[in-house]
């Protein structure tokens, strides 16, 4: 069974860091592109962080410079270190995993809760 558990959400005030967890299983993870996600109400989801297997990273414009994602292989973990945070962000944020190579092989995981407010 392959298992993607965000954590690492709240509320924080604008200015504040949050850093996200997604814990991995169920999967080869070296071999996975992972990205982050996130979906505000009313909007649709979209991409926040991408990592490549080979360590590579881009970032949405709106977050470039704030928020830094990176990868874990021995704990098979993607993180998303958020710092300056905004209202805007206020979002649920997902974890995503797609393998390179095999077609279909996408998962999620269930979103953790971040909200940015004074």
């Known amino acids: 069974q392959v298992q993607l558990v965000e954590s690492g959400g709240g509320l924080v005030q604008p200015g504040g860091s949050l850093r996200l967890s997604c814990a991995a299983s169920?999967?080869?993870?070296?071999?996975?592109?992972m990205g982050w996600y996130r979906q505000a109400p009313g909007k649709q989801r979209e991409l926040v962080a991408r990592?490549?297997?080979?360590?590579?990273?881009n970032y949405a414009d709106s977050v470039k410079g704030r928020f830094t994602i990176s990868r874990d292989n021995a704990k098979s973990t993607v993180y998303l270190q958020m710092n300056s945070l905004k209202p805007e962000d206020t979002a649920v944020y997902y974890c995503?995993?797609?393998?390179?190579?095999?077609?279909?092989?996408?998962?999620w995981g269930q979103g953790t809760q971040v909200t940015v407010s004074s």
């Open positions: 995503n995993g797609e393998a390179t190579l095999v077609p279909g092989s996408i998962y």
């Open positions: 169920g999967i080869i993870f070296r071999v996975y592109h």
């Open positions: 990592i490549t297997s080979g360590g590579s990273t």
